[in-house]
């Protein structure tokens, strides 16, 4: 099972910076959706123009502000470990009630509204405090990968009105 985040509502939208395109759908009819981008080269990409943090693992769709939950929750499972050794991280293993993980928390599990976004963010950065602010299996650091998550969440906080989860 795969997990994508992205935002809620997106802030090209809203602040007007977006280029859209137009593309065919299969059936022949038409749609228009965010031309990423094309956004990115005009300048109106509020996620590239915040300069995110290094770190970044991108979801399923490849766009520049969709996150790969999946991989944000196996760095909770990380950060909460005991273990040597990252091998020992199951993927597939997060906190069902929806707090502690990068689902969301309404019944379907498909938003996360600002302040739980907060709060998540909130929990990574302490459990990666008591670590003392680094996430590392041997060779394998995944410290920048904590850092981009932890950046992530705050700004779907601030600037999407939390963030949405595609599984």
């Excluded at 770190?55 to 273990?83: E, M």
């Excluded at 379907?108 to 990574?124: F, H, I, K, N, S």
């Amino acid at each position: 099972m795969g997990l994508d985040n992205f935002p809620h509502e997106y802030p090209c939208k809203t602040q007007g910076t977006a280029v859209m395109e137009t593309v065919e759908l299969n059936d022949g009819s038409t749609t228009e959706r965010i031309g990423c981008d094309s956004t990115v080269e005009a300048g109106g990409c509020p996620f590239r123009n915040a300069n995110p943090p290094s770190g970044q693992v991108t979801g399923f769709l490849g766009t520049y502000c969709w996150y790969r939950g999946k991989h944000g929750n196996w760095l909770i499972n990380a950060l909460n470990s005991d273990t040597t050794n990252s091998n020992d991280i199951d993927p597939y293993v997060w906190d069902v009630d929806g707090d502690n993980t990068f689902y969301g928390t309404d019944e379907a599990g498909e938003y996360r509204p600002p302040g739980a976004c907060r709060d998540l963010a909130d929990d990574m950065e302490s459990s990666l405090d008591e670590r003392g602010g680094r996430l590392a299996f041997g060779e394998n650091d995944f410290t920048d990968e904590v850092k981009f998550a932890i950046w992530y969440l705050r700004w779907t906080a601030d600037e999407c009105n939390g963030m949405g989860a595609w599984s």
